[in-house]
């Protein structure tokens, strides 16, 4: 069974003046279990749209979304999931501890089994000696991670994040990466958006380009990083000890090596040399 399935899914807003705006054009998009998937696009691409279509914020004008199997207009569905929107907003007056505990029961979670997970993400997240002050208190990085909190405690199978990193310094843009990835260890799905092209690059399997509401591209991450190959960087020393350093084209490196092997060179390191995934989407984008 897929996490998610997303067929023909098309969104259409009415703008000023009674215009139509195509938010969303015939989406399909499918997204196995246990798989990071990065949704990337600029900004009014249509990536926010897409999440709250998955998660039946937002009704579509056709198609359709399922979760583990389950329609996603369907509430139950969304047991399965763990989702932080793009910019998230708590009953700022309760503590975190207060506020998880909510959430925690909205899932029907046992006390004791609360109490244990949320002692475990908030010392993940850095919010246990916080966890007792009221959210209105808090800093933006620090309120994202409450966001993450309250998406991580239930332990789902499917994790819907989007933009998870923003507000973050880059320290904790750092732990929610390593939570990312230890979640695909456990063989949990995280669908999240983003336009920043590194953290695509780091954490996930596929990632998917959209622009303008249409679903360009989706593209292991291994494949574009291996397309993007032009050559490496060969770190040589020479027999008098001198450093050297050569770019050398995919298609010569072997010879490279033996022609360092008869002039007496050590070949301390290679380096390859790549287009990186900022450049894959820029030119994807480029390209519409």
């Given amino acids: 069974m897929n996490a998610i399935e997303i067929t023909g899914m098309y969104k259409q807003f009415t703008g000023k003046r009674m215009t139509k705006v195509d938010a969303l054009k015939?989406?399909?998009?499918?997204?196995?279990?246990?798989?990071?998937?990065?949704f990337l696009g600029p900004n009014g691409a249509g990536k926010s749209t897409t999440i709250k279509l998955v998660m039946g914020l937002l009704r579509p004008t056709s198609g359709r979304a399922q979760i583990m199997g389950m329609d996603s207009c369907q509430a139950e569905s969304r047991r399965h999931v763990g989702y932080l929107p793009e910019n998230p907003a708590f009953y700022d007056y309760l503590s975190a501890e207060e506020y998880i505990a909510f959430v925690g029961s909205q899932f029907r979670m046992d006390k004791v089994l609360l109490t244990q997970r949320s002692e475990e993400v908030f010392k993940r997240l850095d919010l246990w000696e916080a966890r007792k002050r009221p959210i209105r208190g808090y800093s933006k990085g620090m309120v994202q991670r409450v966001g993450l909190a309250q998406a991580l405690v239930h332990d789902p199978d499917v994790y819907i994040l989007d933009e998870p990193m923003s507000g973050l310094d880059p320290i904790g843009r750092s732990l929610v990466k390593d939570i990312i990835l230890d979640l695909r260890i456990r063989g949990k799905c995280v669908f999240f958006s983003t336009h920043i092209t590194d953290d695509v690059e780091k954490v996930c399997d596929r990632v998917g380009v959209?622009?303008?509401?249409q679903l360009l591209v989706v593209e292991s991450v291994e494949t574009i990083l291996q397309r993007g190959l032009e050559g490496y960087t060969v770190f040589l020393t020479n027999p008098d000890g001198k450093k050297e350093e050569l770019f050398v084209k995919k298609a010569e490196l072997q010879k490279c090596i033996?022609?360092?092997?008869?002039?007496?060179?050590?070949?301390e390191k290679i380096e390859p040399c790549r287009k990186n995934m900022e450049?894959?989407?820029?030119?994807?984008?480029a390209q519409q």
């Fill in 279 to 285: 450049t894959f989407f820029l030119e994807i984008v």
């Fill in 258 to 267: 033996e022609q360092s092997v008869i002039l007496h060179q050590s070949v």
């Fill in 210 to 213: 959209i622009n303008k509401g």
């Fill in 26 to 38: 015939g989406l399909d998009l499918t997204i196995a279990a246990g798989e990071v998937f990065g």
